[in-house]
């Protein structure tokens, strides 16, 4: 009986370990994606392997195909990242957000890797490159200085870095770190041969962990570039077929306009992988270029998904109540900030210019007297930029729009009350035919 017992208990603990295993589970899954590993500088398609990580560890869940770089993997809610792995390449992690399915359909996306550097003498390489390496004449370690200044950089758009970097000496043990200066640079001389670990960090992006094998000193400045790889962020779009073009513009004019790519394959997806985490307008044209949607989104790290239907055409009861272009914008003292009813007012007329090619506008920027006229100068030129940039957030091109501004000079009304001072902190919008401009 006590045999059968000890028995019974390592039948069911084995059971359970069989129900519960990753590879076995029959768990529905809560998203489903499908796409491409490419190499980020040639978009040529790479085989790669895929695997998530959970909260029990990490396990394989598939490999990209050998000539198209294809995969489609279903993905179960207790994963949060999801893995990509090349021999020769950085390591690729992507965030995901097992609330982003979007009505059960597929979630396209692309991934770009980035290739590593070679195992080399006096120069930097990636901890996962080491290959066996002894160095000789140990007992005469010394060298003439070797000079090094490394320069931190994105490794997608080649933007200098603000970066801790710290670096480790086998020999002593001991580790000196070092904050990067404006130029993202970090200057300093090694004096012994030795395989040095190299750490940097930088907000946003995956930590680098390198080494640097140093064999002989000279009187020339080396120049080591190390390129981060930002937290990979990507937005997917379900799109009407309908509609073909899309872009995602920063707001605030800062940053470059980013098109949306086809997944070779996948009907109505468009992806954009060459993201920074920050708040985008997703712009919806026609063929004419006219402005169909406009969409705030805000990007966060890892994976997002947003879709889009086919847009209406603004009526014309949309911009009807934009009847005075001339309206004034209202400010409070001292201040440029949009209030409330001047943005309604502002969507309104962007509407309106959306609709009325033809029309370009002046932005006038004015101020009461109080204070410094020069002051009062820079403060009405500021506000009228303001109403440019939500305009052109919303679709108004640049070349369409006229900045002044004038300061105090042109009051509407007397400054001897705080009701008749605020009258004439303003901004004036003034509808112009482009051939009279």
């Given at each position: 009986?006590?045999c059968w017992s000890k028995w019974?208990?390592?039948?069911?603990?084995?059971?359970?370990?069989?129900?519960?295993?990753?590879?076995?589970?029959?768990?529905?899954?809560?998203?489903?994606?499908?796409?491409?590993?490419?190499?980020?500088?040639?978009?040529?398609?790479?085989?790669?392997?895929?695997?998530?990580?959970?909260?029990?560890?990490?396990?394989?869940?598939?490999?990209?195909?050998?000539?198209?770089?294809?995969?489609?993997?279903?993905?179960?809610?207790?994963?949060?990242?999801?893995?990509?792995?090349?021999?020769?390449?950085?390591?690729?992690?992507?965030?995901?957000?097992?609330?982003?399915?979007?009505?059960?359909?597929?979630?396209?996306?692309?991934?770009?890797?980035?290739?590593?550097?070679?195992?080399?003498?006096?120069?930097?390489?990636?901890?996962?490159?080491?290959?066996?390496?002894?160095?000789?004449?140990?007992?005469?370690?010394?060298?003439?200085?070797?000079?090094?200044?490394?320069?931190?950089?994105?490794?997608?758009?080649?933007?200098?870095?603000?970066?801790?970097?710290?670096?480790?000496?086998?020999?002593?043990?001991?580790?000196?770190?070092?904050?990067?200066?404006?130029?993202?640079?970090?200057?300093?001389?090694?004096?012994?041969?030795?395989?040095?670990?190299?750490?940097?960090?930088?907000?946003?992006?995956?930590?680098?962990?390198?080494?640097?094998?140093?064999?002989?000193?000279?009187?020339?400045?080396?120049?080591?570039?190390?390129?981060?790889?930002?937290?990979?962020?990507?937005?997917?779009?379900?799109?009407?077929?309908?509609?073909?073009?899309?872009?995602?513009?920063?707001?605030?004019?800062?940053?470059?306009?980013?098109?949306l790519q086809a997944i070779p394959?996948?009907?109505?997806?468009?992806?954009?992988?060459?993201?920074?985490?920050?708040?985008?307008?997703?712009?919806?044209?026609?063929?004419?270029?006219?402005?169909?949607?406009?969409?705030?989104?805000?990007?966060?790290?890892?994976?997002?998904?947003?879709?889009?239907?086919?847009?209406?055409?603004?009526?014309?009861?949309?911009?009807?109540?934009?009847?005075?272009?001339?309206?004034?914008?209202?400010?409070?003292?001292?201040?440029?900030?949009?209030?409330?009813?001047?943005?309604?007012?502002?969507?309104?007329?962007?509407?309106?210019?959306?609709?009325?090619?033809?029309?370009?506008?002046?932005?006038?920027?004015?101020?009461?007297?109080?204070?410094?006229?020069?002051?009062?100068?820079?403060?009405?030129?500021?506000?009228?930029?303001?109403?440019?940039?939500?305009?052109?957030?919303?679709?108004?091109?640049?070349?369409?729009?006229?900045?002044?501004g004038l300061g105090s000079q042109?009051?509407?009304?007397?400054?001897?009350?705080?009701?008749?001072?605020?009258?004439?902190?303003?901004?004036?919008?003034?509808?112009?035919?482009?051939?009279?401009?």
């Open positions: 009986m006590n019974s208990f390592w039948i069911v603990i084995c059971l359970l370990a069989w129900i519960h295993s990753p590879a076995t589970a029959t768990v529905n899954p809560c998203l489903r994606l499908t796409g491409v590993v490419q190499d980020y500088a040639s978009h040529l398609p790479l085989v790669a392997r895929l695997s998530v990580r959970t909260q029990q560890g990490s396990y394989n869940i598939g490999v990209s195909a050998a000539q198209t770089g294809r995969f489609t993997i279903d993905i179960t809610c207790p994963a949060t990242e999801l893995i990509i792995d090349k021999e020769g390449y950085r390591q690729q992690s992507l965030v995901l957000n097992t609330s982003s399915a979007l009505s059960n359909k597929p979630i396209g996306v692309i991934i770009p890797l980035i290739s590593l550097g070679q195992q080399g003498l006096n120069q930097p390489y990636s901890q996962s490159q080491q290959t066996f390496f002894v160095q000789k004449n140990n007992k005469q370690a010394s060298i003439r200085p070797q000079h090094n200044t490394f320069v931190i950089s994105d490794a997608l758009t080649g933007q200098l870095l603000p970066a801790q970097m710290c670096f480790t000496f086998t020999k002593t043990e001991k580790k000196q770190c070092f904050e990067t200066n404006k130029a993202g640079q970090v200057s300093i001389d090694f004096t012994e041969k030795d395989i040095i670990a190299i750490d940097v960090t930088s907000a946003g992006y995956q930590t680098y962990n390198g080494n640097q094998i140093v064999e002989q000193g000279d009187t020339r400045n080396l120049r080591q570039g190390i390129r981060l790889v930002r937290e990979l962020t990507i937005l997917s779009v379900q799109v009407d077929p309908s509609v073909k073009n899309f872009e995602l513009r920063p707001e605030g004019k800062v940053g470059k306009t980013i098109s394959g996948l009907a109505n997806t468009l992806v954009a992988y060459d993201l920074i985490p920050q708040q985008y307008q997703l712009v919806i044209t026609d063929q004419q270029q006219a402005v169909l949607e406009l969409r705030s989104i805000l990007i966060q790290p890892g994976l997002n998904t947003t879709a889009a239907l086919a847009p209406q055409p603004l009526s014309a009861s949309a911009v009807a109540p934009v009847s005075r272009p001339d309206s004034a914008l209202r400010f409070e003292q001292s201040n440029w900030k949009l209030l409330q009813d001047s943005q309604a007012l502002l969507t309104q007329m962007a509407a309106y210019l959306v609709q009325h090619p033809e029309l370009s506008i002046r932005i006038m920027g004015h101020t009461d007297k109080e204070g410094d006229e020069r002051l009062n100068l820079r403060l009405s030129e500021q506000r009228a930029k303001v109403v440019s940039t939500f305009l052109w957030n919303h679709g108004v091109a640049d070349e369409r729009m006229e900045i002044i042109f009051m509407i009304a007397p400054s001897d009350t705080e009701e008749n001072k605020a009258k004439n902190r303003r901004v004036t919008i003034k509808f112009i035919a482009k051939e009279t401009r």
